[in-house]
């Protein structure tokens, strides 16, 4: 029901404004602010999940807590990513072959105007990569060091609770820009190709300026697989040793940093 409804919103705001393009739904990035003036429409918490007009109480009781207003997409829109010094960073497939790389940082941006749904230009850069028979690399690295070509992707609901959209909860799908592979490396004469998409869960619903995030896999099964109402094995990562591509895991823990507090919305 919740779906219908989303949708027969997003219908009548493009009939009312006369154009074909769509309108803003969740999830979305955005920013949740404090207002100078109280208003009915604001929302009434610092995580604008809930309309003042929706609070119990008279209208000016509900009026006096409306401070917050959504607005929609990120202007600072440049971030960060730092590994986890405490963890490493494991490609397994489901062969149980791995790579593991102790080391990394990272970067990218969400994608501003549009849906405001997107990040793009993201590249992690890993260090201390090692395999069974060796150090592995990306071409022109150096030794140890595997960067990611630049990557792209899009949020949406890991799960959807229906009737209480304010608990459900996200994930980032990213995939390379341009198609191809997500990542070349190399040990010795042995060329490695990982390629396809993959998920991760991201905190929802709360302004973040720093936040921890996590890709979590294990023996070549990465977890999410899907979004809510897609097909299993929706975004999945798959590695070539030089033979056929095996489905594979990426398990890694880093720390995003935002240029401004950004907020991941399952409500605006």
Known sequence: MRTLRLAVVGALAICALGTASASATAPEFGRCL?????????????????????????????????????LSGVV?????????AETIAVLETVGGTKIVCNGGTGGGEYVTGGTNKEVANVVFKFTGCEGSGGQFESPGAGAGRV???????????????????????????????????????????LLVAVKGSLLHKIAANAMKLTA????????????PERFAGG??????????????FEQASLSLTSILTNEEKVEASTIN
């Open 212 to 223: 921890t995030e996590k890709f979590t896999g294990s023996k070549g099964k990465q977890k």
């Open 147 to 189: 960067n990611t070509a630049p990557l792209a992707g899009t949020i949406g609901f890991e799960t959807i609770t229906e009737e209480q959209p304010a608990r459900d909860r996200l994930a980032l799908e990213l995939h390379a820009e341009g198609g191809g592979n997500i990542a070349e490396l190399r040990s010795g004469g």
């Open 76 to 84: 600072n829109n440049k971030f960060t990513t730092t590994m986890n």
């Open 34 to 70: 404090k207002q100078a003036t109280k208003a009915l429409s604001n929302f009434d918490n610092a995580k604008c999940t809930k309309l003042a007009s929706e609070d119990a109480g008279t209208e000016a009781e509900q009026l006096k807590k409306g401070n917050y207003q959504w």
């Open 231 to 244: 097909i299993p094995g929706e975004h999945i990562l798959e590695v070539s040793s030089g033979g056929p």
